[in-house]
């Protein structure tokens, strides 16, 4: 596996299930981001994981719940959701200097339907 | 706080042709530019970046972007669009962040629709 990967690609469940979206990335980085893409808006940002410490929480609802265990890995659990959350969530990664100049590297992300 | 605004939200544009993307940026802190490119069911990917140093920037397929300090823009073009480019285009500004990693804020995105 090169770059970014991100499992699964599709995923449907009910507002009272409990899911794990899970992103994995081969590139040396030590920091991590969880974006959300919704049709219309801009990508958000949500998560911000550096040397697998969260540094960035952009005041996202308490049923996202990330988890970090390492540089390599990066998960968000979810449970009661609501429709809106529907969305392509997208997984990232990059150098961690904090100075703003490093790129990020994206995966494919998985398309979440919430029924 | 940093922002970015597409002005245009679709562009048809017809292969062979040249194209513009549009954007234009806030921010308060030094400026670093992102274009990125969102072909169907796919992550985002780099186009191009700047950093500093020369205000034309030349990135992958073909696209170049220009930074305009002056006027606060960061414009994607390409002098002949192929019908491959056909995607979502965003432009994005970057900042540091104080604990590590860095925090891009996007524009709303151009989709791109090359035709025959």
Known sequence: ETGVTQTPRHLVMGMTN????????????????WYKQSAKKPLEL???????????????????????????HLFLHLHTLQPED???????????????????YFGPGTRLTVT | AQSVTQLDSQVPVFEEAP???RCNYSSSVSVYLFWYVQYPNQGLQLLLKYLSGST???????FEAEFNKSQTSFHLRKPSVHISDTAEYFCAVSEGLTGGGNK?????????????
Do not use: W
Not at chain 1, 86 to 104: I, R
């Open chain 2, 19 to 21: 194209v513009e993307l």
């Open chain 2, 56 to 62: 034309l920037v030349k990135g992958i397929n073909g």
């Open chain 1, 46 to 72: 949500m998560f911000v994981y550096n040397f697998k410490e969260q540094t960035e929480n952009n005041s996202v609802p308490s049923r996202f719940s990330p988890e970090c265990p390492n540089s390599s």
């Open chain 2, 104 to 116: 891009l804020t996007f524009g709303t995105g151009t989709q791109l629709k090359v035709e025959l």
């Open chain 1, 18 to 33: 409990k899911k794990s979206l899970k992103c994995e990335q081969h590139l040396g980085h030590n920091a991590m981001y």
């Open chain 1, 86 to 104: 529907s969305a392509l969530y997208l997984c990232a990664s990059s150098q961690t200097a904090g100075t703003g100049d490093y790129e990020q």
